[in-house]
């Protein structure tokens, strides 16, 4: 892709196609390539949150505490641990909402890591479970945390893989409850081959084409992220690194 960029006439030129530099159209050319070389160059390895490394996006951060707020969900499970900062901030999240408690699991919590969160004010309300998450004794003890009628959210932030996604979407997505999302998180990896730390291969291999198989596949479950609660522009659709992640349950 050839963008030229010109702000003395005010157009962004992409492939010889000229567009309005201040246009929805441009904004999103620009959108998605600064996403591209802020994942390259490690932008969202910038943040914390309640003094926890959070290895995410902001603007999928603000985007999900959008989801949770409007669901309030009883039980946040989230494969994927890494410092704690996901979990924490969800944590976080069922403090301030009053309602709501996360089952974290990794194959490895890292004894630092581990000691952090659990010295964290928000360690009440996480447990913390360390296995595969595709490992059937584990999906059983996450399934025994949850009681009847509670209503269940689900974030997937561990092996990025296609075939692992895959694994973990067939163990967890039932236990997401109707009108509640399971999120495939970091399918940017479909865009990033060409990047100097992308891999070659990642355009197949990546979290969301296991979410669109899935929804293809299982028909009580389609791609929909949540929708905005406050818009006073024209823009539409998530500034993101988890593009088609949100799998909502609708029956």
């Known amino acids: 892709m050839l ?4 702000t003395e006439k005010k157009l962004l030129d992409v492939d010889g196609q000229s567009l309005s530099l201040y246009s929805d159209d441009a ?15 490690k932008y969202s390895y910038c943040f914390s949150w309640l003094g ?6 902001p603007e999928d951060l603000v985007r999900y505490q959008e989801a949770v707020y409007a669901l309030k969900p009883d039980v946040i499970i989230e494969t994927g641990v890494a410092h704690g900062g996901s979990a924490v901030l969800s944590a976080s999240l069922c403090r301030l909402i009053g309602r709501g408690r996360v089952i974290a699991v990794d194959i490895e919590i890292r004894r630092h890591n581990r000691k952090r969160i659990e010295e964290h004010p928000m360690a009440d309300l996480i447990s913390l479970i360390e296995g595969s998450s595709t490992a059937p004794h584990i999906v059983d003890q996450v399934r025994s945390l949850i009681k ?7 974030v997937l932030d561990s092996d990025h893989s296609y075939q692992h996604v895959t694994a973990e979407l067939e163990a967890y997505a039932p236990m997401v409850t109707q009108g509640s999302w399971v999120v495939a998180t970091d399918g940017i990896m479909r865009d990033l081959e060409d990047t100097p730390r992308g891999k070659l291969g990642w355009g197949a291999d990546n979290p969301s084409q296991a979410a669109l198989d899935f929804a293809a596949k299982y028909p009580n479950f389609k ?7 406050f818009n006073e522009s024209s823009l539409s659709g998530n500034i993101t690194h988890w593009p088609d992640a949100w799998l909502k349950r609708i029956g």
């Not at 009847?148 to 959210?153: I, K, Q, S, Y």
């Not at 791609?223 to 609660?229: F, G, L, M």
């Open 3 to 6: 963008v030229n960029i010109d």
């Open 27 to 41: 904004y999103r050319v620009l959108s998605d390539l600064w996403v591209k070389v802020g994942w390259n160059q």
């Open 52 to 57: 926890i490394p959070v290895v995410q996006l």
């Open 148 to 154: 009847p009628g509670e209503t269940v959210m689900v």
């Open 223 to 229: 791609i929909e992220e949540p929708a905005w609660p």
